[in-house]
């Protein structure tokens, strides 16, 4: 017993460094960044995309903070500029993720802002990209002989359609490839982002 309390005291001090070195330390140096002025807030429709984005697990193949250029060339890849905090002002549960299985995300809204594109890709991605490994999404859509008025038809190739019907997207489909349009941080680093070497000050691969 006498040797038990010496270790479970290390461990809380381990345990209190730990979080105020990672947690109460970034939160006072960059929990109050502004948003910058071409940040808006998601819409009701883009809120619910990304509701389903969480909900399908698309954060554990796909992350949203492309690197600064000497941890990798992410803006070679046409992924855009290294991120910064004020990219997530209004981001809650942030998505940033830790693995790309897919490409990044935090300017997919910039690279593909078809509508058209998004959801032919989410019915299924190898309509568009016959080597991807992502998995469709048919549930977001319904089958259908014929569409209604109103109704928002998927184009698909003749190899991915189904014979003599049409796709329409279900409105979870339209609200997710709303939230991915929406993801598009190209405006300009605000100037408290930026640091000496030019690099932003704090990139969230960093």
Avoid at 7 to 22: K, N, V
Avoid at 29 to 45: D, F, V
Wanted: hydrophobic letters at 40%; aromatic letters at 8%.
């Amino acid at each position: 017993m006498n040797r038990s309390l010496p270790l479970i005291i290390l461990a809380m001090a381990i345990l209190a460094f730990a979080t105020t070195l990672l947690v109460i330390v970034p939160k006072f140096q960059i929990g109050h960044e502004p948003a910058p002025a071409g940040l808006h807030p998601y819409t009701a429709q883009q809120q619910r995309g990304r509701d389903q984005y969480v909900a399908l697990g698309c954060v554990y193949c796909h992350s949203q903070q492309p690197r600064t250029p000497d941890q990798a060339p992410d803006a070679e890849r046409g992924w855009g500029r290294a991120s910064v905090a004020a990219d997530y002002a209004y981001d809650s549960p942030h998505l940033m993720g830790t693995m790309r299985t897919g490409p990044d995300l935090m300017n997919v809204g910039a690279r593909l802002p078809s509508m058209g594109w998004q959801l032919s890709h989410l019915y299924q991605p190898r309509a568009i990209s016959p080597w991807s490994i992502m998995p469709s999404y048919p549930f977001l859509f319904e089958v259908k002989d014929k569409a209604a008025p109103g109704d928002t038809v998927v184009w698909l190739p003749a190899k991915s359609a189904p014979p003599g019907k049409v796709v329409v997207a279900k409105p979870e489909a339209i609200d997710l490839a709303a939230y991915l349009i929406a993801l598009d941080r190209t405006y300009p680093v605000p100037s408290t982002a930026i640091r000496d070497d030019g690099y932003a000050k704090h990139g969230a691969g960093r």
